[in-house]
């Protein structure tokens, strides 16, 4: 059986769990394959895929600050990524890259379904506009939340991401600097990779109620912040991104092997679901 080849590019990767859980869906499922990290800017991404590519590479996870860019790299796109602008799963196909998006099925299988949270109706707040914001927004809209309320650093970002949807009932920006007048949400996205930098968000806590659910997109030591706050502001539910991490995955897994990896043992060994951020590292 010939191995076949699976890179990750982004920026910080060093900790990534990534390659630790295609591995071990890899060893279940009896799939031989070769799934490694690969450290790639902005500058460098295009040179390094296209190398990747050359080597004989079959499919590649893409992560911050790429996903915009790994949209414009792939020759055909999803309907899922055409949708949300970005991707982080490319597949070699016929000498062409092809680009889909998992983060959203990921993050909404589970929390709908693996941890039981009922995402409907609720009004949502998004921490960030750049590549995983915009992964997960069609997702969480399909799931049935109310609104989703986009606020970023910097606000042009958010805006665009909300023209992308062209839904005003549903999808609007406003600035970060009037957080504090916006009312509780039910649901708290951070999409930020702030807490990658050790930077502690500016969140007032009347963005949260009793019944808030808070997620952070990232895991360990880049969720932490985040998931206090979320603690301190008296959040019901407060979710890293462990959870959406190892689900993405097995979204491209599937797409890759053409089989759907068994996450529950996955899920166990990484701790996911115990809402803390008990792992060192990020992705
Ligand atoms: P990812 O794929 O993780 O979304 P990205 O596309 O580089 O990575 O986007 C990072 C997001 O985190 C952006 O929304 C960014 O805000 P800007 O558009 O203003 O850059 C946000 N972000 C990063 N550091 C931040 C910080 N210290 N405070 C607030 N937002 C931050």
Redesign the pocket.
Known sequence: MTCKQYALF?QPIEHSLSPRIHAAFARDSAVAMEYVAHASSAADFEAKLQAFADSGGDGANV??????LAATLAETLSEVAQRAG?V?TLTRRGGQWHGDNTDGAGLVHDLAERLRLDLRGRRTLM?????????VLPALLDAGVESVTIV???PQ??ERLSERHDDPGRVNARY?KDLATLGAFDFVVD????G??G?A??LPFSITGARTLAVS??YGAAAARFLAWARAAGCSDVQDGLGMLIEQAAASFEIWHGLRPDTDPVHRELGAGRGEAALLGSD
């Open positions: 982004g992560t911050q600050p790429l996903k915009a970005v982080n921490l960030g506009a750049g590549g995983a914001a915009a992964g970023n650093r910097t970002s958010a970060w999409a930020t990779s702030a990658h930098s930077v968000l500016e997109l990232s």
